[in-house]
């Protein structure tokens, strides 16, 4: 483990030393209020339980840029013109970044990591040579990989799709980069390997073959899987939903839209989902409903943690400091069992105006105290059995008697005629909403 206050030869985010737990009563924006890692709860520490990732994507290759103006920031890992040279510099101070902040996992793309070359040899040579840093630095610092996958929606070629591209040629492009990618997440000892869709999806039903695409896309994530297993990899495959931008319709739409495209091609053994509650919201629910959707299945893998704007109809990638929200999606988590290969990766971005050294640590302070305040809430919650037991009470009908035999199948249609003729009219009973709610906020107010 290394004890140098920076990674490689330079220091990128000088005057900042490592991020420490000062509590609630601390008045400093750069030290956590609530995350304190060595906590237990439920008898597990809060690392153990959370298990956060810095994203590679937004922290490192985002440099505020918007479809109405270039980037508003600019960092010193990028000061060569050598393509190879700045991916050096910049994994140097991603893993300084890691290591300040404390957050035991990272995440990346493979153009993350490595610039594209030009051919297929020549960007399979760079990520490698990019790997084999990244597995020093690993040793060096103890930082582990939460995923890896493969963007196979930025280069032009993909502008109709990687897997589901009407071009057999563009397809084996995508193949190739999975492979590598594949290659990568092993050799890193990656937990979970992720398929995010950004393109596969259609604009024109005109011009569009969904029958075919959908079974081209079933049949690569089953070579993909085959692949993978081939080579030794153990973990979880995800696949991360999205209802749209920038395809008009996107097949993975949303968490029971992929979960039956799972089960329908045999696929549900081995991969699960990575919840985006900003994708949620595109989608027209609640991060908390997707996560509900995954866990019934048995199919809630990992989080993407951040928010998205209510105002704005796209995705924000804003950090996430709803406590509301954290503490009902951490509440889903526990109850399903919590993480077992997944995490909270932080697929979150400072704003294009924040241009400050230290605004990469305050977005990730400020999420990380959230979820840590949240899962203290969803623990309590759980332990009062505050809201497992009014819901056990609510269906407690078909616990018993006919309304047990209904949910066993022991009934016909005929049988439930009979039985609402011989009961008469059902007596209403309140659903208890607002009492719910307020007792959630009675949690959130509590000190742990």
Not at 47 to 75: I, K, M, N, V
Not at 192 to 198: A, E, H, Q, R, S
Request: aromatic share 10%.
């Amino acid at each position: 483990m290394s004890t140098s206050p920076y990674i490689g030869d330079r220091e990128y985010f000088p005057g900042i030393g490592k991020i420490a737990y000062e509590g609630p009563e601390s008045d400093n924006p750069l030290a956590f209020k609530r995350y304190d890692a060595n906590k237990r709860v439920a008898g597990k520490t809060m690392a153990e339980h959370l298990r956060y990732a810095t994203c590679y994507w937004h922290s490192f290759c985002g440099d505020g840029s918007d479809p109405f103006g270039p980037g508003s920031r600019s960092y010193l890992w990028n000061d060569s013109s050598d393509p190879m040279t700045n991916a050096r510099q910049k994994m140097d101070a991603a893993f300084e970044f890691f290591t300040k902040l404390g957050t035991p996992y990272y995440c990346f793309h493979d153009r993350d990591m490595a610039p594209e070359g030009d051919s297929v040899a020549q960007s399979e040579e760079n990520l490698f040579a990019m790997v084999e840093l990244a597995k020093q630095r690993q040793a060096e610092t103890g930082m582990k990989l939460l995923w890896g996958t493969a963007n196979a929606f930025s280069n032009p070629r993909y502008m109709n799709g990687a897997s589901t591209n009407p071009n057999f040629d563009v397809v084996a492009h995508a193949g190739a980069q999975v492979k590598a990618a594949l290659d990568a997440t092993v050799a890193l000892g990656g937990e979970n390997y992720v398929f995010w869709g950004g393109r596969e999806g259609y604009i024109s039903l005109l011009n569009t073959s969904t029958k075919r695409e959908l079974e081209h896309m079933a049949r690569f994530l089953t070579m993909a899987r085959d692949y993978g297993r081939s080579i030794g990899f153990k973990g979880t495959f995800l696949i991360e939903p999205k209802p749209m931008e920038p395809t008009k319709h996107q097949y993975d739409f949303d968490a029971q839209t992929v979960i039956g495209f799972l089960r329908h091609h045999g696929l549900a053994g081995d991969f699960q989902l990575n919840i985006e509650a900003n994708h949620a919201t595109l989608s027209g629910h609640t991060f908390e409903h997707e996560l509900q959707l995954c866990a019934d299945a048995g199919l809630l893998g990992s989080i993407d943690a951040n928010r998205g704007d209510a105002q704005n109809g796209w995705d924000t990638d804003q950090f996430p400091v709803d406590l509301y929200d954290a503490a009902r999606g951490m509440l889903v988590v526990l109850e399903a069992g919590g993480f077992k290969t997944g995490g909270l990766n932080f697929d979150a971005k400072v704003r294009r105006e924040s241009t400050d050294n230290e605004d990469l640590f305050l977005g990730h302070i400020g999420a990380m105290d959230t979820f840590a305040h949240g899962l203290e809430v969803a623990n309590a919650i759980i332990e009062d059995e505050a809201l497992s037991a009014p819901l056990a009470q609510r269906y407690s009908s078909f616990d018993s008697g006919a309304g047990k035999d209904f949910a066993d199948g022991k009934l016909d249609l005929a049988a439930l005629r009979d039985h609402a003729a011989s009961a008469g009219e059902p007596e209403k009973i309140s659903g208890k909403q607002e009492q719910l709610e307020n007792l959630v906020n009675q949690y959130l107010l509590k000190s742990f």
